[in-house]
Structure formats: structure tokens, C-alpha cells
């Protein structure tokens, strides 16, 4: 059974940071491509953050350069390091495992940025 976990977030004020968590379990983790994806109310979900097994990334425009994505494999874990939050960032924040036949999301976690 495959699970995707989210965990890490919350309320956090404008400028605020937050790292959030993805714990995969029932794959083979380093062989999966992770995302970190997040929708807001109103809104098509989007791509925030992606890691390929290489440890490459790719980052969408609005959170390039406050935003770092990280995996450790031997944890099953991904994470996303925000930085200088923003109220635009307030989403639901979904955790995405990726193979070339496999495709896997987690719950999500809310992030809401107000002061």
C-alpha cells in the first residue's frame, strides 16, 4: 500500500518560513521523481517544486529563489524549505510521487500566510 504523508504545515505570517515533509512508504523511493504541488481555493493545482532521482530540481517562477527542495532516500522523505512566505503562497500543498507508470499524491497539508 502506498502511502505519501505531508506534514510541517500551518499559520505563518507574511515573511514567515516554513519547511514542509512528504514521508513515502510502499515504493522504491529512489527510483520515483518527487513534487511538491499546492492548489488554492479557486484555483487549478499547480507545480510549486520537483526533484528527479539525479537530485535535479526544477522550481515554478512564483517561488524560485525563496524555495529549496531536498530528498533523502534513505529516509523517504522529501522535503520543501520555503522562505519569505507570502499570503499568495496559502494552499493546500500536495506531496507527488512520479515514475514512468506510477503516479502517486498524498492528502496535503495547509499552508495559510496572514498576519
Known amino acids: 500500500q502506498v502511502q505519501l504523508v505531508e506534514s510541517g504545515g500551518g499559520l505563518v505570517q507574511p515573511g514567515g518560513f516554513l519547511r514542509l515533509s512528504c514521508a513515502a512508504s510502499?515504493?522504491?523511493?529512489?527510483?520515483?521523481?518527487m513534487g511538491w504541488y499546492r492548489q488554492a481555493p479557486g484555483k487549478q493545482r499547480e507545480l510549486v517544486a520537483v526533484?528527479?532521482?539525479?537530485?535535479?530540481?526544477n522550481y515554478a517562477d512564483s517561488v524560485k529563489g525563496r524555495s529549496t527542495i531536498s530528498r533523502d532516500n534513505a529516509k523517504n522523505t522529501v522535503y520543501l524549505q520555503m522562505n519569505s512566505l507570502k499570503p499568495d503562497d496559502t494552499a493546500v500543498y500536495y506531496c507527488?510521487?512520479?515514475?514512468?507508470?506510477?503516479?502517486?499524491w498524498g492528502r496535503g497539508t495547509q499552508v495559510t500566510v496572514s498576519s
Open positions: 507527488n510521487a512520479r515514475s514512468v507508470s506510477r503516479d502517486y
Open positions: 526533484i528527479n532521482i539525479g537530485g535535479s530540481t
Open positions: 510502499g515504493i522504491n523511493f529512489s527510483f520515483y521523481t
